[in-house]
Nanobody, 119 residues
Framework: QVQLVESGGGLVQAGGSLRLSCAASGSAFSINGMGWYRQALGKQRELVATITSGGSTNYADSVKGRFTISRDNAKNTVYLQMNNVKPEDTGVYIC?????????????WGQGTQVTVSS
């Protein structure tokens, strides 16, 4: 069993910054890709950014140049640095990870952390 726990959400003014963290915990597991998704009220969940175990990154067009995803493999933690945030960035940010436990691969989701951007 692997748990993903997000932190760092909150209320921020447009143009401000926020840093999200997601820590994975459990036993006898390894992590491949990790990522952040978000879901605004009444909308579908959408990809924000992903990062491979080797550090290759991918971003949604809407956040390119403003958000940066990174990870600390020693801490099993992925981060999302959000700069120059906009009201449309408001939503629940959810961590995702592809993990391997005893040679079995599975996809895990966190509970999410709320980000609210005021105009």
């Amino acid at each position: 069993q692997v748990q993903l726990v997000e932190s760092g959400g909150g209320l921020v003014q447009a143009g401000g910054s926020l840093r999200l963290s997601c820590a994975a915990s459990g036993s006898a597991f390894s992590i491949n890709g990790m990522g952040w998704y978000r879901q605004a009220l009444g909308k579908q969940r959408e990809l924000v950014a992903t990062i491979t175990s080797g550090g290759s990154t991918n971003y949604a067009d809407s956040v390119k140049g403003r958000f940066t995803i990174s990870r600390d493999n020693a801490k099993n933690t992925v981060y999302l640095q959000m700069n120059n945030v906009k009201p449309e960035d408001t939503g629940v940010y959810i961590c995702n990870a592809d993990v391997v436990i005893r040679r079995i691969g599975m996809n895990c989701w966190g509970q999410g952390t709320q980000v609210t951007v005021s105009s």
